[in-house]
């Protein structure tokens, strides 16, 4: 069984809070709300910034979390060696060193005050990562959430806006969005992740192809709206470039009551079609399943499944690179410390588009 533990770097007395010399810890979930929840005994609710190191050591894996301190002087404090070159990273910037220039605007002082100034309610982290930051309150006695996403996502709530819209119930509802600084704020969604559920995602795909074929005649209105331009020279399989969702998996799908809604539309850019639905079935579906989605995905472009099939071999390779392109480009945006995972995801799809251009599957250990 894995043990997450968790350091927290905070304030008290002014200064860095302390117990019996080394930072506070706890041991909880991985998930973010938890551990906010464990902490609180021991440091309050502070305003929290990021997560500064995640380190595996066997059946352990630790985590160093950064508060912010107001006015509190940074001193050392004894952490565990693996957390050791972090935090010292991190006390050189209290004492002067360069903060890197593309740090998220969350994980910097005075972010959450200017958020929930403009959310008008007090705002609880759910999660919070170099790509964007997630959090909750309660607006006029409803649950809502502020999304924020880093400048490669600033089209994120245009899009979303503009298709919930036009597809009410199939995408997250948007009450207002702050189109400078990629901020929205959204209507709770209802149901459970798809992934975790034993249904069948086939509704979601069916509803995905609809909104993909009634945009396909506007990709300069998606263009207009932030979207990334991916419209390469895709190969010609009958159906038009239009708005691909660019992350489309279980993940990020909601099931209530058997209708589905498609939420992160953060990588939306107007590329081949079936880029999305190559991505989903790449993401570890069963091959008894996958006829099924293919079947669900034609029927909501009107066109035959068989032909779906035959287009998405065609796809592959170019739906690899894709990928791939996406994650250069993401691991350019983040601040250094930040990129590893970024890069390997983005050689992980290179070695999948070499192995889709001769016809073969990569190995296990290839796969993102």
């Known amino acids: 069984m894995t043990v997450h533990a968790h350091y927290a770097i905070a304030a008290a007395n002014g200064s860095v809070a ?6 506070p810890s706890v041991e909880t979930s991985w998930r973010l709300p938890d551990v906010l929840d464990a902490f609180e005994p021991l440091i309050g609710r502070p305003p929290y910034l990021r997560l500064v190191e995640r380190v595996v050591e066997d059946d352990r894996v630790l985590r160093l979390h950064v508060f912010d301190l107001g006015d509190a002087v940074a001193r050392d404090a004894e952490v565990p060696a693996a957390l050791r070159p972090a935090f010292e990273r991190w006390l050189a910037e209290q004492r002067g060193a360069r903060v890197p220039q593309l740090r998220a605007a969350w994980a910097r002082p005075g972010w959450l005050a200017a958020a929930e100034a403009w959310a008008g ?3 609880r982290p759910h999660r919070m990562w170099a790509l964007s930051a997630v959090l909750s309150g309660v607006l006029d006695g409803e649950t809502v959430f502020l999304k924020a996403v880093f400048p490669l996502f600033h089209h994120e709530p245009a899009i979303t806006a503009a298709l919930a819209r036009e597809h009410p119930g199939a995408v997250p509802d948007v009450l207002r969005v702050d189109h400078e600084r990629g901020w929205m704020l959204m209507r709770e969604l209802r149901g459970e992740a798809a992934e975790s559920l034993s249904v069948s995602l086939a509704p979601a795909l069916r509803e995905h192809a609809r909104i993909q074929r009634s945009w396909s005649h506007r990709t300069r209105k998606l263009l207009a709206l932030g979207a990334q331009d991916r419209a390469q020279d895709w190969p010609d399989t009958g159906l038009p470039v239009t708005l691909a969702h660019g992350d489309f998996h279980g993940g990020n799908v909601v099931v209530d009551r058997g209708r589905a809604t498609i939420f992160d539309w953060s990588d939306a850019c107007v590329a081949h079609p079936l880029i999305d639905l ?3 079935l790449a993401e570890g579906v069963d091959e008894d399943a996958q006829d099924a989605f293919v079947d669900a ?7 035959p499944p068989a032909t779906v099939r035959s287009d998405l071999e065609q796809i592959a390779e170019y739906s690899c690179l894709h990928q791939a392109e996406s994650y250069r480009a993401i ?5 250094p410390t930040e990129r590893r995972m970024f890069v390997d995801a983005e050689r992980e799809w290179r070695e999948r588009a ?3 251009r001769a016809g073969t599957r990569p190995s296990p250990d290839t796969s993102p």
Request: proline share 0%; charged share 20%; net charge negative.
């Open 18 to 23: 302390l117990v019996d010399g080394s930072l």
């Open 297 to 303: 995905y034609a029927e909501g472009w009107d066109v």
């Open 121 to 123: 309610c007090d705002l």
């Open 331 to 335: 691991a350019a945006g983040v601040e």
């Open 354 to 356: 070499t192995a889709a």
């Open 278 to 280: 190559h991505t989903f």
